[in-house]
């Protein structure tokens, strides 16, 4: 029987800085590339030796090229990242990943670049700045709201629109507004605060402030759009999957000249009471295939917080997959 053929390629990593970003400060992420191509990987100072199948071993080391260009261009590498640098490379994509670092889609209040870490997170982007009406649809942590209000601070500070309104439907997991404190102001106050943050990160607290104050930055639940016609605005729908199928109609008529709406959610995620369509699973039903109008899938492989929330998400979508695959049993 014949032996398995290997092969041994060797890469030289002298800057330190560049080594413990790529392998880790104990070297823990080396055993990704055991994992994910079977690959065996070791360091002795500069040099870092792959061995094993002929193919995997040049998948690795095109990885690895890859990633050293990403940090050279000054952006971090981290375990997710990898992950998905060694996924499009197995995919015959690695060329992909500098296309994504090199799109600076805004600069922080702190002087932090925003770019996409995906390709779904680019297709995203470039189907925002395509269309006058985009939906987003994936799991938590795809920066979906995030990169929606990094266009709409763009889009303000570049004179294309005179405002930005954020806006969700105040349903949340089941609880209800009557029972939470203080005045309407107060009581929604929670259910928005996820999109104060990102606004906060994007202008700072002080330019947000004055942006509020003159009404160039509204951020309300979604009750508040009824019987308004939204002129020149940058009209953000976020928690899209807790919208009626009356919300949602209501909310996409609401757009006026000059305007751009983009709406985002997680149909995995509604809470709705039993036997409520989401208005977000009707609009992509109905909408599909109409002309301005983008829609955007994002998945797993778009999360890009800590590499459990990806684990998370891949082992709920396999458990939705198993329970839609199990026979019912008849009543």
């Known amino acids: 029987m014949e032996g398995t053929l290997t092969t041994t390629e060797k890469i030289n990593v002298d800057n330190s800085e560049q080594?413990?970003?790529?392998?880790?400060?104990?070297?823990?992420?080396?055993?990704?590339?055991?994992?994910?191509?079977?690959?065996?990987?070791?360091?002795?100072?500069?040099?870092?030796?792959?061995?094993?199948?002929?193919q995997k071993v040049a998948l690795a080391k095109l990885t690895l090229e890859t990633l050293?260009?990403?940090?050279?261009?000054?952006?971090?590498?981290?375990?997710?990242?990898?992950?998905?640098?060694?996924?499009?490379?197995?995919?015959?994509?690695?060329?992909?990943?500098?296309?994504?670092?090199?799109?600076?889609i805004a600069i922080t209040f702190?002087?932090?670049?925003?770019?996409?870490?995906?390709?779904?997170?680019?297709?995203y982007v470039d189907a925002i700045k395509k269309n006058t009406c985009a939906f987003a649809v994936g799991p938590a942590g795809t920066g979906k709201t995030y990169l929606a209000i990094a266009m709409a601070v763009v889009a303000l500070k570049n004179k294309e629109v005179e405002r930005i309104i954020l806006t969700r439907p105040a349903v949340e997991a089941g609880e209800k507004l009557g029972f939470l404190p203080g005045d309407l102001a107060q009581?929604?106050?929670?259910?928005?605060?996820?999109?104060?943050?990102?606004?906060?990160?994007?202008l700072g607290v002080e330019a947000y402030q004055r942006l509020l104050e003159r009404g160039a930055v509204e951020v309300a639940p979604l009750a508040y759009m009824r019987g308004r016609t939204l002129n020149d605005?940058?009209?953000?729908?976020?928690?899209?999957?807790n919208t009626t199928s009356e919300q949602m109609k209501m909310f996409l008529t609401r757009m006026g000249m000059g305007s751009k709406m983009v709406i985002t959610g997680d149909v995995t995620q509604i809470d709705l009471p039993a036997g409520k369509k989401s208005g977000l699973v009707e609009a992509l039903e109905v909408l599909k295939g109409i002309d301005d109008i983008g829609i955007v899938t994002l998945t797993h492989r778009d999360v890009v917080r800590h590499e459990?929330?990806?684990?998370?998400?891949?082992?709920?979508?396999?458990?939705?997959?198993?329970?839609?695959?199990?026979?019912?049993?008849?009543?």
């Open 19 to 54: 080594f413990i970003q790529l392998f880790g400060i104990r070297e823990e992420n080396m055993s990704l590339f055991h994992e994910e191509l079977g690959v065996d990987i070791y360091a002795h100072g500069g040099e870092v030796t792959l061995t094993g199948d002929p």
């Open 68 to 104: 050293r260009g990403i940090i050279l261009h000054g952006d971090v590498v981290d375990r997710t990242r990898i992950r998905y640098a060694i996924e499009l490379a197995a995919e015959g994509k690695a060329d992909r990943i500098g296309e994504i670092m090199r799109d600076v």
């Open 110 to 123: 702190k002087g932090r670049q925003v770019k996409c870490k995906t390709l779904g997170q680019k297709q």
């Open 187 to 202: 009581k929604v106050d929670p259910y928005l605060r996820p999109l104060y943050d990102a606004l906060n990160e994007m």
């Open 233 to 241: 605005a940058f009209i953000i729908l976020d928690e899209a999957q």
């Open 308 to 331: 459990l929330v990806q684990a998370i998400v891949r082992a709920y979508e396999r458990h939705a997959r198993q329970a839609a695959d199990r026979p019912r049993s008849r009543p």
